[in-house]
């Protein structure tokens, strides 16, 4: 069966899919078990690619096979999935309809096959075609409509329709060179367009920058310059803000749960030549051995606002999963809060557009820890574009939208009082 070219990386992507969508996988992580029989980097690339453009489109593409289909076939039908991948090749991806196909049926031999061409020939022939910008998944766009309003579902779904642009940060004292013809949004940072390979640019091997989206890039610069004080970053990898925070001039510590993921740390670290002291760890057991200026807390979160680059939290975030992170956040926040010393600053941030995550777990934080107040950002600390709202910032989709958008984040600065 696999004599058909291009069919493994298509029974990957269909193995992703199932996995988002049925197992409530991350992409990211159902990638090594799904790829497990590609041998090439390319094939693994493009299963990825295949399966996060369906996941950036399904709404749409569902809508098409409903269209074409007497009865709906079941969401986790083989059949709708096959569907999703041919089309979302012909329609999204400029692969030719035939090899879309192709490579598609022999995943579904012995079943509804005939099903499958049937439907896909069908749309084929009539013209069939997605929208843009996509659609967002309906109880998404309805979540985020009842949050945040029609405005910023609209650019959240314009967010969709291009790849993501890729962000630069510049290590303290190092300059975009002239050959890197981007935007800066804000000091240090450089924007160019996406898709832009990385490995090529000028200073990547001297690690002058690395790549960080420019809200995520928000809550260190909260913390101003270090000057040899210490700061713990906590849930620090892969380590852009730990970079943030070093190249600062701040003692750091970054310490995390995932050895897998400290390495990526470990590895940035190298490349850039900044230098944190690493620690493994879960900051629900390990305590620091002394108090110290900073805290940066970058919590784990349902990842909402990171959904044009990783598509599969459209699908796989309910609500209930945003109740339980939201308790942990709070939980976290009030472990750490004993950990500052008096006067030190406090940062939290989140990469998610869910306010139960945010706004709310900040402002329950402030009501139930008496040493702490909010810490307002002051006029001239960030440009006018960051939408400051006292001590908080919340970066909505439409945030930059003619520079290509910014993640969605929530950031909270806090100050514990003097004793
Ligand atoms: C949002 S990511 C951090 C991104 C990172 N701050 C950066 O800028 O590159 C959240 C991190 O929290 C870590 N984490 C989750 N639960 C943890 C825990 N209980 N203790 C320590 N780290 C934890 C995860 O391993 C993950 O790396």
Known sequence: MDDVAGLPARRAAL????AVLR???PLEAALDVAARDLTRA??????????????RRLADLDALIDSATRRPLPDDAKARSALRIALVQALAMDTPPHAAIATVL??????????????FGTLMRGGASLPTPPSLPPAVAARWERHWGPEVVAAAAALLAAPPPLDLIFAAGAEPSDQMDGVGLLPGHLRLPGRTAVAGLTGYGEGRWWVQDVAASIPARLLGTGEGRTALDLCAAPGGKTMQLASAGFDVTAVDSSE??????????????????IVAGDIMRWSPPEKVDAILLDAPCSATGIYRRHPDVLHRVRPKAIAELAETQAAMLDRVSGWLKPGGTLVYS?????PEEGEQVAEGFLRTHRS????????GELPETIPVEGHRIRMLPGVFAEAGGADGFFIARFRRSAD
């Open 15 to 18: 193995r992703l899919l199932d």
């Open 23 to 25: 197992k409530g996988l």
């Open 42 to 55: 390319d094939d693994r690339g493009f299963a990825h690619a295949i399966a996060a453009e369906a996941l």
């Open 106 to 119: 022999p995943l579904v031999h012995g079943g509804p096959r005939k099903l499958v061409h049937g439907v």
């Open 260 to 277: 897998s993921r400290l390495a990526r740390l470990s590895e940035n670290l190298a490349r850039t030549g900044l230098s944190a002291r």
């Open 350 to 354: 989140v990469c998610s557009l869910e």
């Open 372 to 379: 702490y107040q909010a810490a307002h950002v002051s006029a």
